[in-house]
């Protein structure tokens, strides 16, 4: 399905560009993880993992952590968000959008 | 903004790594306002993810680690805050495309009189920048969640008046926004609400006495910035 690499050459620079997208009238497509406190629920898992998107969501990880010589929450939501982008389509999600239209 | 963890963000990473390695992820598509001037650009994204996706349902949170496996990931789009252009403009497009909304709105947004609303809004951290229907109200009727919640969406309670939790919030604060929100909420759906969701996105952690309240006060599940949080 992903036709587009999931880690842009210029990670800082794609994590700040959709970073400044107008959040209150778009579509922003995300992840998140579903987890059971409860440990009442059956195993194993049954949708597919996907270890590429694991594999890249780390190495984005270390590389914030390394430029900025720390990882916070808020780098996490980023590099979420560059990654679902880059994963939903075959092309990055944000051409969909229409930057023409942003509220100022 | 401050999004709080409930461990370092080095081991919340990892975390998050693991689940999605071990087929724990869930795509959303999240949406606050959804004005109409950009009917357009939502009806031609949504062609585009839809055929790609398998729509996330009600029934499936209590049943993803024993569901039949999914070919196409799942999908989940996600409404906040409950501005009436979620139903006017967005609903319809995903209900043609097949898709269960997910609605996650402060639950005393919907009984501020409309003369109030866009004022309200701006007091609660609740953007509302393209205002399409000037001299009337912003957010959904109860009327229009009921109709809403009767054709299978999901409905969840951002708190009573989109509030953040953090470690220090007092009690009276906790009792109104978890509980209070909760049984407002039901009063206006018509029906049990066991999904919050904290402004911000707080997880299970920040507050252990408003983790306990979560689950006094009835609430199965917590939505937060990175994960979907079953709590019993």
């Given at each position: 399905?992903?036709?587009?690499?999931?880690?842009?050459?210029?990670?800082?620079?794609?994590?700040?560009?959709?970073?400044?997208?107008?959040?209150?009238?778009?579509?922003?497509?995300?992840?998140?993880?579903?987890?059971?406190?409860?440990?009442?629920?059956?195993?194993?898992?049954?949708?597919?993992?996907?270890?590429?998107?694991?594999?890249?969501?780390?190495?984005?990880?270390?590389?914030?952590?390394?430029?900025?010589?720390?990882?916070?929450?808020?780098?996490?939501?980023?590099?979420?968000?560059?990654?679902?982008?880059?994963?939903?389509?075959?092309?990055?999600?944000s051409d969909l959008s229409d930057e023409s239209l942003a509220t100022k | 903004m401050t999004l709080l963890l409930a461990k370092t963000a080095t081991e919340t990473a990892r975390e998050l790594a693991a689940g999605h390695a071990g087929g724990r992820g869930l795509r959303l598509m999240n949406y606050h306002s959804t004005p109409r001037k950009r009917e357009a650009e939502?009806?031609?994204?949504?062609?585009?993810?839809?055929?790609?996706?398998?729509?996330?349902?009600?029934?499936?949170?209590?049943?993803?680690?024993?569901?039949?496996?999914?070919?196409?990931?799942?999908?989940?789009?996600?409404?906040?805050e409950g501005f009436r252009d979620n139903v006017d403009v967005l609903l319809p497009l995903l209900e043609d495309a097949g898709f269960t909304a997910w609605f996650i709105l402060p639950s005393h947004f919907p009984n501020v009189p409309a003369a109030e609303q866009r004022g309200y809004a701006r007091a609660h951290t609740l953007h509302y920048h393209v205002d399409e229907y000037p001299g009337e109200r912003i957010v959904m009727t109860w009327a229009e969640a009921r109709a809403?919640?009767?054709?299978?969406?999901?409905?969840?309670?951002?708190?009573?008046?989109?509030?953040?939790?953090?470690?220090?919030?007092?009690?009276?604060?906790?009792q109104e926004e978890i509980v209070t929100a909760k049984h407002e909420m039901e009063n206006g759906l018509g029906q049990e609400v066991d999904i919050f969701c904290w402004l911000h996105g707080a997880e299970v952690g920040i507050n252990p006495r408003a983790d306990d309240l979560l689950r006094e006060a009835g609430y199965r599940y917590l939505f937060s910035n990175f994960r979907l949080q079953r709590l019993q």
């Open positions: 399905m992903t036709a587009t690499p999931l880690l842009p050459d210029d990670l800082s620079a794609e994590m700040d560009r959709l970073g400044n997208r107008p959040y209150a009238e778009i579509g922003v497509p995300m992840y998140l993880v579903l987890e059971d406190l409860t440990g009442t629920m059956p195993q194993p898992l049954r949708q597919a993992g996907d270890p590429e998107l694991a594999a890249a969501f780390t190495k984005a990880a270390e590389q914030v952590a390394a430029a900025k010589g720390t990882l916070e929450a808020g780098d996490i939501a980023r590099i979420i968000e560059v990654l679902a982008d880059r994963s939903f389509l075959s092309r990055p999600f | 939502f009806a031609r994204q949504i062609a585009a993810y839809a055929p790609a996706h398998t729509p996330f349902r009600k029934a499936d949170l209590d049943r993803w680690s024993a569901a039949a496996p999914v070919v196409r990931p799942w999908l989940m789009p996600v409404l906040f809403a919640a009767a054709r299978g969406h999901v409905f969840a309670c951002h708190s009573r008046n989109h509030a953040a939790v953090t470690p220090d919030t007092p009690e009276s604060v906790l």
